[in-house]
């Protein structure tokens, strides 16, 4: 499932663009909108089960949208009190640290600044009924701001000092929202994780991103304010640690790398076209030392089949460990693949089997496994099954419930069945066993159990996971 506004937890997932291989943009979109980012990760759900417990407390499906609630909560109530603790400290840096409660009373109570700072998060606070008494909630807080004021919060002012000082440069790019887009950025993660896991169906999934999606879209003008605004959370939250969480310099080196990239890769999804992010890159760069690399600083020319087969078939066998089903080297026997070069000799042979007339298909399929008796797409697996007088095309649509099984031939080879017809004999992954392809060739049946099955059994469940990816996508174009 794509959504546009999964885009706002982008910095979690810099780290699975594959830049260095100069994706187009079409990939890079489908990666950064895509409801499932951590599928490129072996073992990903029961990874993703364990950061909802360890880091939300989220064990079951009814428990995620009360989290949701209070940091939506958080991102409101937190996003006043730092915004004034911002401006105090740009109004009297050198004070700040030491500043009485008094002192700062004095200052929050002249003219209405406590109103200044709640008018950004107004269509917020209103949506969502945050707190009911205007009144009550303007004194609340008051008092909250004041605490960090108070004698006893003297080392914790002391450390939000330090912090503001070495952010000094952009603090003011948050434009009164202070850490909102952190904690936003995280509903919106938490909807994604749960969502892959089961937590949410797809008509939950889409309708609380809708809804968070279009608040944090109300709520920040540019991708320059967001960003600096989840910076700044970020840096305010470094201490915390748990399963699957992202470090603070990772977090901020991506946020900065997705900013800076020439391919305006953030307006991929439409939101806050335009945004001018030249102040929030020199800041990021001059204060952390990041910069962006010349191999991550390019975007290529889409090639269909190449991208298709990154884009939406490798990160689900990556996830099971059998990537290497894609790799040409590896799979040279049995089928073939594309490959980013389309000049290259493995390109040009899977070209002339995928014009096989015996192959005819829709010129708007997307081939991306062919042999002389194959040819997967998009849509379809056609597959020439072999009789005793001539041969059979089948033609076996994704939206279909396949099986996916194997079984050893006379000589050892792996056939790969569906629907109990063989497609190809599974490629062995050599490499990581530790041998030559020509020792690989000499293996016996023992060995070959021995060094392949876990893949084996993998490689049915991702192409079992395929099935279902496809065989959905196939049946919401047909709607």
């Known amino acids: 499932m794509n959504n546009k506004y999964l885009i706002l937890a982008a910095m979690y997932r810099y780290g699975i663009l594959p830049m260095e291989d100069n994706p187009s943009m079409d990939q890079i979109k489908d990666i950064l909108t895509t409801v499932n980012p951590h599928t490129a990760f072996p073992y990903s759900k029961l990874i993703v089960k364990k950061a909802l417990n360890d880091n939300y407390g989220i064990t079951k499906p009814q428990e995620v949208e009360p989290v949701l609630k209070e940091l939506l909560q958080y991102a409101v109530t937190d996003g006043i009190i730092y915004s004034a603790l911002i401006e105090i400290y740009l109004h009297a840096p050198e004070q700040f640290a030491s500043m009485s409660r008094e002192k700062a009373a004095v200052y929050f109570s002249a003219g209405e600044r406590i109103k200044r700072y709640i008018k950004p998060f107004a269509p917020v606070w209103e949506q969502f009924h945050l707190m009911e008494r205007f009144s009550d909630s303007k004194e609340k807080l008051r008092s909250s701001i004041l605490e960090f004021f108070r004698r006893e919060n003297d080392g914790e002012r002391e450390n939000l000092s330090m912090l503001f000082k070495k952010n000094k440069c952009w603090l003011s790019l948050t434009g009164g929202r202070s850490m909102a887009g952190f904690n ?206 001539g041969s059979r095309l089948h033609v076996i649509p994704w939206s279909q419930k396949l099986h996916f099984s194997y079984e050893f031939t006379k000589h050892d080879l792996i056939a790969f069945k569906v629907n109990d017809m063989t497609m190809f004999h599974l490629p062995r992954n050599y490499k990581k066993v530790g041998i030559s392809k020509k020792d690989d060739g000499k293996l016996h049946k023992d060995k070959v159990i021995s060094y392949y099955l876990e893949d084996i059994k993998n490689a049915v469940l991702a192409f079992s996971e395929l099935n279902q990816i496809l065989g959905k996508n196939r049946v919401q174009k047909e709607r």
């Open 184 to 389: 936003l950025s995280r509903i919106i993660s938490i909807v994604s994780d749960a969502s892959m896991i089961g937590f949410l169906t797809e008509k939950e999934t889409e309708a609380l991103l809708n809804q968070y999606g279009k608040v944090t879209e109300a709520l920040f003008g540019s991708w320059q304010t967001y960003f600096s605004s989840a910076v700044f959370g970020k840096q305010l939250m470094s201490a915390v640690s748990g399963t699957f969480i992202l470090d603070s310099s990772g977090y901020v080196e991506n946020c900065y790398k997705l900013a800076a990239h020439k391919g305006k890769l953030l307006e991929v999804s439409g939101l806050w076209p335009g945004s001018d992010m030249t102040e929030f890159c020199r800041c990021i760069s001059e204060g952390y030392g990041f910069g962006l690399h010349e191999s991550e600083s390019h975007t290529g020319i889409s090639e269909p089949r190449f991208a298709f087969s990154r884009s939406r078939v490798f990160p689900i066998f990556h996830k099971y460990g059998v990537g290497y089903l894609l790799d040409q080297e590896i799979c040279e026997p049995s089928y073939r693949v594309p490959v980013s070069d389309t000049n290259s000799g493995w390109f040009s042979d899977m070209e002339a089997l995928v014009k096989k007339k015996k192959f005819k298909h829709c010129p708007d399929e997307i081939p991306f496994m062919a042999n002389s008796r194959l040819l997967m797409t998009d849509r379809y697996i056609r597959l020439l099954e072999k009789k005793l007088f």
